[in-house]
């Protein structure tokens, strides 16, 4: 028997990548138009960021949950969610939700000790880059990690939020990631994480001075895997 994966979704654009990944990749483990079943349900974009604008995230946990309550009466078997920032309230969730979850920072750490990486770039949102999510699972993990300096975290953040969740992905936006990770690179990294679920849609391996950890694709081959492994 196959599991049945739930998505608890965030922002639009990371989560449709993350569900066609799953779908479209489904075929070479189980055959042609084959995928397991696969239910999302998501609370507006809005909702999450009145939360994470203020640190409530409690209120960030209460809604993650809510997706959770639904996806578990849909039937899902576990839950993954295809955000990187909301992943900060996971330890407020986890213990209480009625599905077990795979964290998308955990796959990225499994895929870069895979890789035999050692000190990683990572790319997000402003509070993703200046949180404990990844420094916590890196660290855990026996990885170093880096960030951009605070006026590129700013730039970054500006490029996720009024481009990227919105579908707008630009030359000159992608110029910009680009010299960052290549300043990364300087820095000793020898991969970049791509921790906002967008940034892939836009910064892609051929135009990365560094390898990229795709965080979406990464968690959405990991529930894919779990799922047919039943």
Known sequence: MQQHIGIVACSSEGAALCYRTICLEGTELMGRHDHPEVSMHTHS???YMKCVDAGDWP???ELMLSSAEKLAKA??????CPDNTIHQAFDLVAHRSPRPWLHIADEVANEAKRSHYKRLGILGTRYLMDGPVYPEKLK???????????KERAKINQIIFDELVNAQFTSRSLAYLTEVIRRL?????????LACTEI??????DASPLPTLD?????ARAALRKAVSA
């Open 45 to 47: 974009l809005a909702e």
């Open 59 to 61: 209120g960030v946990a």
């Open 75 to 80: 039937g899902a078997d576990f839950l993954i």
């Open 140 to 150: 855990a993990a026996g990885l170093e990690h880096r960030i951009p300096g605070p």
């Open 185 to 193: 690179a300087e820095d000793g990294c020898d991969a970049a994480v």
């Open 200 to 205: 892939p849609l836009l910064v892609t391996p």
């Open 215 to 219: 965080s979406t694709r990464l968690l």
